[in-house]
């Protein structure tokens, strides 16, 4: 211990132990309880390599989407502070999303003070009693992995040091830290640690027993169908798995992507249509997704065997998923498939039919073509608004989209480079998840497709006043039909014979009056354009690219869009 009188805050411990553990960015909507915080950044300096560096954002879904997105482009949490119960309330929406695809995020927030006087954090304003809650944690215990409460400065460290732990450790998902302005003002000779005093917990493969089993099962499979949905930052799932299915016959769905895992263009791709495969299928490897497929629609025949793979195979988190687990291979999913794909290569494998993957393939390539053609004429469809979004990607672009077209309409890109809404479609997620990516890496082009509703549910005002005050050119596509078509078409679904059928307006779907989304854009500083017609949007799409590589500035395209 120091002596206190060179000692530091608990606020100043906190950002100190931030960056210490590797927190580049210290995504801040502040209140009264940042005091110490702001304290902190003043006295040693917010541009010093010491502190992460602070990103202001004015809406707290919002910031706990960029932390969302930055994870998804490195692989490496940040940091998230919002201004107690009310800020935390703001936020819980975006932490739904995180803990629904296993993002981990250290969100905190601040807590109002618990005493009234004699302390320097004590209580100085109306609203630290009207915010004062019984359980404030209980706003995100359902959607978090672990929460705690900072009740002393000197145990900041180690408090952090497990916060991450837990978060990185698999399955990895959200973690939530209160902290009190007490403790963050009171000040503690506590030295920042060097090491983290906790690593996450690491998962190998699955059991040898398992893996031989699986092994066997796919190697007699006369139809075997390999589900994907989502990889992992590093790319390691995607080389595995490309590599398992072309050596061995394994002919591959990604379904309801989140983070594309498989290309579209490799040989083995049968696209997500999942009507005939599965209910044919004798064997099904399912590589961890938590929706593999719809039992309303398809499911496996009754003597298919049926093995997840992931750290979690039966997603316990869920509290009703039903699919059938007849082995789960639990473990860390690129190990599990490596030690797979050598387990297959000492098992003789039944011979297949590789011509009627090739046909598969070949039809869902078609299938795309087909919808995006189709829609290339007069107001565009999402299908032709992808593939001309495809056209200016180059080799690193990634797309963020949310009610966009689906991962499938994008065959060419491989690995982490096409990001989806997750299964929670907590609204309002694809924005300022595209701003956490761009914010990893400014220099590469990411491109956000999203629906006009999901659009204003992502606050664009505070995405645009972000971009341009962080110097963030992400490329914006607002997919305008005037309404919900997810609303829509969920009412056909359950009543495809009902009166919402023939109706010439569904209720609840339109929005009638419209925001001019390119003018409001622009009023924020942005360059904007509105798109009517699907002929002109190749063009104006490069232009867009043009203007964010000579003059660095955030663009917004507004592109009318069909119905679907």
Request: hydrophobic share 45%; net charge negative; with cysteine.
């Amino acid at each position: 211990m120091k002596d206190l009188k060179n000692s530091m805050s608990g606020g100043e411990l906190l950002l100190r132990s931030l960056k210490a553990q590797g927190m580049d960015h210290f995504l801040a909507n502040a209140g009264s309880d940042f005091a110490p915080i702001v304290e902190a950044y003043a006295r040693v300096g917010s541009g010093s390599p010491d502190l992460p560096e602070p990103v202001i954002v004015p809406h707290e879904s919002a910031l706990v989407g960029m932390a969302h997105g930055y994870w998804l482009a490195t692989g490496r949490p940040q940091a998230a502070m919002v201004h107690v119960n009310v800020g935390l309330a703001n936020a819980a929406m975006a932490m739904i999303n995180a803990r629904a695809d296993d993002v981990p995020v250290l969100l905190m927030s601040g807590r109002t003070p618990l005493t009234e006087h004699d302390r320097p954090g004590a209580r100085r304003t109306p609203i630290q009693y009207g915010q004062e809650q019984f359980d404030q944690a209980s706003l995100v215990r359902d959607v978090v992995k672990w929460h705690f409460e900072l009740r002393y400065p000197e145990t900041v460290p180690a408090l952090l040091s497990r916060a991450l732990a837990v978060a990185k450790s698999a399955p990895e998902g959200p973690v939530y830290l209160s902290l009190p302005r007490e403790p963050l003002t009171e000040l503690t000779g506590a030295d920042v640690a060097a090491d983290p005093l906790q690593a996450p917990s690491r998962a190998g493969a699955a059991a040898e027993e398992d893996i031989a089993t699986a092994a066997g099962w796919l190697a007699a499979a006369e139809n075997p169908l390999i589900i994907c949905q989502r990889g992992d930052p590093g790319g390691r799932v995607a080389a595995v798995l490309e590599h398992l299915a072309e050596a061995h016959d394994l002919p591959v769905a990604e379904v309801f992507a989140t983070r594309k895992v498989f290309r579209g263009t490799h040989p083995m791709a049968v696209g997500p249509d999942l009507s005939q495969r599965l209910p044919e299928a004798d064997v099904v490897l399912v590589v961890d997704a938590p929706v593999a497929w719809i039992e309303h629609h398809n499911r496996p025949r009754a003597s298919a065997k049926v093995i997840h793979v992931g750290p979690d195979p039966l997603h316990a988190r869920m509290p009703m998923r039903s699919y059938r687990t007849t082995l789960g291979l639990a473990g860390d999913t690129a190990a599990t498939l490596a030690a797979l794909d050598a387990a297959l290569e000492t098992v003789p494998a039944r011979a297949r039919d590789s011509a009627a993957i090739a046909a598969d393939h070949a039809a869902y390539l078609a299938r795309v073509a087909g919808a995006a053609r189709a829609g290339s004429t007069g107001t565009a469809s999402k299908a032709y608004v992808a593939a001309c979004v495809s056209g200016i990607l180059g080799e690193t672009g990634v797309v963020v989209s949310e009610r966009g077209a689906p991962a499938p309409f994008y065959p060419e890109l491989g690995a982490n480079r096409f990001f989806g809404n997750t299964p929670a479609g907590g609204l309002g997620w694809g924005g300022p998840a595209a701003l956490g990516v761009q914010l990893a890496d400014r220099d590469r082009l990411v491109v956000c497709v999203v629906g006009d509703g999901s659009h204003l549910f992502a606050n664009p005002v505070v995405c645009h006043q972000v971009a341009k005050a962080n110097a963030l050119p992400v490329l914006t596509v607002v997919l305008n039909n005037s309404g919900w078509d997810a609303v829509r078409l969920s009412a056909l679904e359950v009543y495809p014979e009902g009166v919402t059928s023939g109706a010439a307006q569904v209720p609840l779907t339109e929005f009638g009056a419209n925001p001019d989304h390119a003018q409001v854009a622009e009023a924020c500083g942005l360059w904007a354009r509105r798109v009517d017609r699907a002929e002109d949007l190749p063009a104006v799409l490069q232009e867009a690219v043009t203007v964010i590589r000579d003059q660095r500035l955030p663009v917004l395209l507004d592109v009318a869009v069909r119905p679907e």
